[in-house]
């Protein structure tokens, strides 16, 4: 398995210290609704814990919780409210936006208010062995002491120290020095420390929580890339200066961000979609598919479209897995095992999920194409469900039932003779079935589309009037109808849990 390292800039032979993988991911900071940002970056790692597992590892999976910043100091100020009650129902709307993803819960969680003891010890060591230095109440990390800093952002201090500016305050020595120790300002939340009242920095934290739970030297660090630096950078020089053991981690591995458009999507852009604004309109399977389509290093731009087309993907496994069995014996000619050593060639490549994707869409119509001929497809699906739970893809029908139907797409002897009498009965059949709660629509998705079809064969005939009334009577039945340019959508939010 071959993994990209931002340390080596590299792809390089996955070999971890042990049978147990130790991994870190960087958590939110609890103060607002989490974005499609998130949703990439925690569903890229998700997936790699998730194949890890399928390639026989055990993973130990920590992800913290900056539950103090100043974030959301200014916004529970803002609010009125403690700083403890607006992390926790942040941090609670964050869950809740991870299990609705499916994103596999970390095995721990540890917060930074939590494990303040611990960060005072491992800060008091950084100034013991001269690597930090009190001032002003704070304490800063003396980054001119670590010969080599930049190593992962692959700069120099020099062109840092330009870059940066001159960013300092009277109490660093050196502008580029990062605090550790935050002095408390009035009316701050702080802890009691030795160098007066105060709370951790952000870069400490990950340190501190890494080096308890997981040990001086992780497998896997991930993050996104807009946390190479001075993030991540700072947590190398913190730990490895700590410690005196390289590396601190081996592997170092970052997503790529998502724009919309041409632009980041940011908080300070005001151009966020957020995971609920987005689980409004599409299945978490889609939203899966959409950030998998593409390589996890990539940017991933934000579109109605490519969502929509990410649905219909799915839509087409769905039915797949659906699908009846067929009369004629097993055979294993197209659901050979071939797929599944495609699928792991692909993911061994550095998590190539796009490439994994088209093989799960090119078993599917392997399968499709045996169902037609007859045989039994059992084996098949089962392979297809099992390939895509590896991506965390259920491939279950969601509460809302959407189907699409391409213009022209149904054969015009299917529609021939359902006009009159015929098109009635199919009427009445799907209003029956919508008023019925223990009914499935999904068993007459086939009706849908036919009528569907026969409305866009009236329309072609300019017999709006006649094509309209089929539309309304659906609509009165509780679908919603939308036409495109290429198809008709229509969708049924499904009343009942099943
Ligand atoms: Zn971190």
């Known amino acids: 398995m071959k993994v990209y390292n931002t340390l080596s800039g590299q792809k390089e032979e996955f070999l971890p210290q042990g049978d147990e993988v130790k991994m870190y991911v960087c958590g939110v900071t609890p103060y607002s609704d989490c974005h499609i940002g998130h949703a990439m970056s925690y569903i890229i790692f998700d997936v790699i814990r998730r194949y890890l597992q399928f390639r026989g590892y055990r993973v130990k999976y920590v992800q913290n919780i900056t539950d103090i910043d100043d974030k959301i100091i200014d916004r529970a100020n803002q609010l009125g409210i403690a700083t403890g009650e607006l992390s926790g129902e942040f941090t609670a709307r964050y869950f809740e936006d991870m299990d609705a993803l499916n994103i596999n819960r970390a095995d721990i969680y540890p917060k930074a208010t939590e494990e303040i003891p611990e960060i005072i010890e491992v800060v008091q060591g950084l100034v013991d ?252 699906q089962q392979l297809l469900l099992e390939l895509a739970g590896v991506l965390g893809i259920k491939l279950e029908a969601p509460n809302q039932i959407v189907g699409h139907v391409g213009r022209n797409e149904i054969d015009g002897k299917d529609i021939a003779g359902k006009r009159g009498e015929k098109l009635r009965q199919l009427l009445d059949t799907i209003e029956r079935t919508a008023a019925d709660p223990s009914a499935d629509i999904e068993e007459i998705r086939g009706y849908i589309n036919l009528v569907l079809a026969v409305r866009d064969s009236l329309r072609k005939e300019r017999q709006f009037k006649r094509a309209d009334e089929i539309r309304d009577r659906l609509i009165k039945c509780g679908f919603t109808i939308k036409d495109t340019a290429w198809e008709y959508e229509w969708r049924y939010m499904r009343q009942s849990s099943r």
């Open 129 to 380: 062995k001269g690597y930090a230095y009190p001032a002003g109440g704070s304490v800063y990390f003396r980054v001119r002491n670590v010969s080599d800093y930049g190593k992962l952002s692959h700069r120099s201090l020099e062109s840092m120290m330009s870059a940066e500016g001159a960013l300092g305050s009277d109490d660093k020595e050196s502008p580029m020095d990062f605090v550790l120790w935050k002095a408390a300002k009035p009316g701050e939340p702080s802890w009691e420390s030795p160098w007066g009242p105060g709370r951790p920095g952000w870069h400490i934290e990950c340190s501190v929580m890494s080096l308890k739970y997981l040990g001086n030297t992780l497998d896997i660090h991930g993050g996104g890339q807009d946390l190479v630096f001075p993030h991540h950078e700072n947590e190398i020089a913190q730990s490895e200066s700590f410690t005196g053991i390289k590396p601190f981690v081996k592997y170092w591995l970052h997503n790529g961000l998502v724009q919309l458009g041409e632009e980041k999507m940011s908080k300070s852009l005001g151009n966020l979609i957020t995971i609920r604004e987005a689980l409004e309109k599409y299945s978490p399977d889609a939203i899966r598919i959409f950030v998998l389509s593409s390589h996890y290093r990539s940017p991933l731009t934000y579109s109605e479209e490519t969502l929509e087309a990410a649905e219909r993907g799915v839509e087409r496994l769905r039915q797949t897995v659906r699908g009846e069995l067929g009369e004629k014996e097993p055979t294993g000619e197209m659901i050979s095992e071939a797929y599944r050593k495609q699928f792991i060639d692909a993911m061994d490549d550095d998590f190539n999920t796009a490439q994994a994707l088209a093989v799960l869409f090119d078993l599917a119509r392997g399968i499709n194409r045996l169902s037609d001929e007859g045989y039994s497809i059992a084996e098949g």
